[in-house]
């Protein structure tokens, strides 16, 4: 979670913690007045009592205002959420079609299964560690079957493996 949003639970416990010292001062307050006690000890304990109150209140209101955070920060999540899943839909036959369209040039290039797989991660922007680790590989292994990717694509290197799939679907809308 975002350091701009405090730990509600947090927040609101320590302000009930608050409210309870307010009241048992409160409560002492009235015994020490029942007895007669005054003077400095009663003023010492009202001024506690006070700063109980405005540490309390201060708690509150920030577990109010982190709530209100947290319930914006949701309801900006659910929509980003469903603005990803709408685009996913809308976007479907095209992302089906160049997936089709990258395997079939992986089968052109003569890649292998293994060197297919490393391509295509490569093209997801992973790192070869990410990719040796998802693969169960060393990164070794996996810094070869790039280069093979490379050298059967007569292509510099990942860049150049990105920019041949994506340099088409890139371009500026037809006037």
């Given amino acids: ?8 639970g947090f927040t609101g416990v320590a302000a009930v913690l608050f409210g309870l010292i307010f009241l048992l001062i409160a409560w002492d307050l009235v015994e020490d007045f029942s007895h ?8 010492l304990e009202f001024a506690v009592l006070l700063l109980a109150a405005c540490g309390g209140a201060l708690l509150a209101r920030r577990a109010y205002v982190a709530r209100a955070s947290l319930r914006a920060l949701q309801r900006d999540l659910e929509q980003v959420r469903g603005d990803s899943m709408r685009w996913r839909q809308d976007s479907r036959a095209l992302i089906e079609g160049l997936s089709l369209a990258i395997q079939h040039q992986f089968e052109e290039w003569k890649l292998t299964a293994a060197e297919s797989e490393v391509a295509l991660l490569l093209l997801k922007g992973l790192s070869l560690k990410e ?10 292994t996996v810094r070869e079957q790039a280069r093979s990717v490379y050298r059967k694509a007569d292509l510099g290197g990942r860049s150049a493996l990105s920019a041949w799939f994506l340099e088409d679907l890139l371009l500026p809308p037809a006037p």
């Avoid at 990719?131 to 070794?140: D, G, K, P």
Wanted: no cysteine.
């Fill in 36 to 43: 007669g006690t005054g003077g400095l000890h009663v003023t």
């Fill in 131 to 140: 990719i040796a680790a998802l693969r169960a590989t060393s990164e070794r």
């Fill in 1 to 8: 979670m975002s350091n701009d949003v405090p730990e509600t």
